[in-house]
């Protein structure tokens, strides 16, 4: 009996009671409801705590702020100023505005304005050019004609045309109106160019190569509010001589 419990038995079997109680405290014991790593991932979002003082998450605060001036009612407000601007106080051109903007909600008429004092620039060089292609996509098709018309006359002469645009001096709309879906807005523009006319030996017979003009025009352009398309045309001109 003394033999069986000698010193070195005792101490082997002292230190494997340690380590299994040791590795019962780590690992635990199986009872059969052990959650799944999922289960345990689940439970955790639906304890994760609070924030303080009740505060909801940023995402969540973000669309509860209260919400900036509808677009509809800034857009108005900025339509009524620039009606207001560009009619200069005249009351026919700011009703012809206001009644084109009411059948057009997509009009602006400081975009117009800008885009006609680039289409005017554009229309002046490609006549010169004989850009035919150009002045079919921003003319009508009776001011095409009579583009056209002059062209194919200078081109019959062997004439030449060179142009250099200086710059516009001022543009102001003078007139707008709607007739019935189609809305016209006159725009009288006041340029700097620089053109003359050669003849088939090269030979200036009108305008001047070397001075700027200026030229006085006024320039109507049209649009169907109903259609997609919401490009304008060039639909009539004239020329003011001061």
């Not at 190569?209 to 509010?225: C, G, I, Q, S």
């Amino acid at each position: 009996m003394d033999e069986f419990f000698d010193i070195p038995t005792v101490l082997v079997i002292v230190v494997a009671i340690v380590v299994l109680f040791r590795l019962r405290s780590v690992l635990g014991t199986r009872t059969g409801n052990e959650r799944t790593p999922l289960q345990r991932a689940q439970q955790n979002q639906t304890q994760a705590p609070k924030p303080a003082n009740d505060e909801k998450p940023a995402a969540v605060r973000a669309t509860a702020l209260p919400l900036p001036p509808a677009d509809a009612e800034r857009r108005a407000l900025k339509l009524t100023a620039e009606i207001e601007q560009l009619s200069h106080g005249d009351e026919h051109v700011k009703s012809g505005l206001q009644a084109i903007v009411d059948a057009d909600p997509t009009f602006a008429p400081k975009a117009f304005l800008e885009g006609a004092k680039s289409a005017y620039e554009m229309i002046v060089m490609a006549f010169a050019d004989g850009d035919r292609k150009t002045l079919k996509n921003l003319l009508s098709r009776e001011v095409y004609d009579g583009f056209d018309a002059a062209i194919s006359d200078r081109e019959s002469k062997g004439e030449k045309m060179k142009s250099t645009f200086v710059g516009i001096d001022k543009a102001e709309i003078t007139h707008a109106e709607t007739k019935g879906s189609e809305a016209q807005i006159t725009v009288r523009i006041i340029s700097q160019l620089i053109s003359a006319t050669y003849d088939k030996s090269d030979v200036l017979i009108d305008g001047d190569a070397e001075n700027v003009a200026e030229v006085n025009d006024l320039w109507t352009f049209a649009r169907d509010t109903r259609s997609r398309d919401p490009n304008w045309k060039l639909v009539a001109t004239e020329s003011e001589h001061e």
